[in-house]
């Protein structure tokens, strides 16, 4: 069996007048998420490591910022489209682990529909599904509630 390791990054800036999207779940904040899809960082991180571990480039060449089909998108549809996509070179996922870089709000009560839902998008088993959530100790863009960072690594392996 083959396998391949990915590794995705993303950040978005916090603005009012948007909803949060995290996860693929949408949380009650004050603030949410700036972007030109709903800017759900952890799905935009896993779609990067996904497309890195199957040398496939990034999020931004299959899905760019400037088209207009992905305005206002909901990640999860982009999420499936990037395991789509993996499996025409021949993958599938493996598993993920992730964490999200976050002040506020609090994610712990979170994580387990978030792990829920990307589980299902994906078509795995909910235990393939590592998310972690940590602060910056309110250092730096992400202490000072500006935005939102989330880090996935990801095992794909290769079914054909």
């Not at 916090?14 to 759900?40: N, Q």
């Amino acid at each position: 069996m083959k396998i391949r390791v990915g590794f995705g990054f993303d950040v978005h800036q916090l603005v009012e007048g948007r909803e949060l999207w995290l996860g693929g779940i949408r949380l009650e904040h004050s603030l949410g998420l700036l972007g030109h899809s709903d800017a759900d960082v952890l799905i935009h991180a896993i779609c990067d490591a996904l497309l890195g571990a199957a040398n496939m480039r990034d999020i931004g060449y299959h899905f760019p910022d400037n088209a207009g089909e992905y305005k206002n998108i909901d990640s999860k549809i982009l999420l499936k489209k990037t395991v789509d996509l993996i499996a025409t070179k021949g993958y599938q996922v493996g598993n993920i682990d992730a964490t999200i870089c976050a002040e506020r709000p609090k994610l712990k009560a979170f994580i387990p529909q978030m792990q829920e839902t990307l589980a299902s998008v994906m078509g795995v088993d909910v235990d393939d599904v590592s998310i972690k959530a940590t602060t910056t100790e309110k250092l730096g863009f992400t202490g000072r509630e500006e935005g939102i960072s989330a880090y996935a690594t990801v095992l794909i392996n290769k079914t054909l």
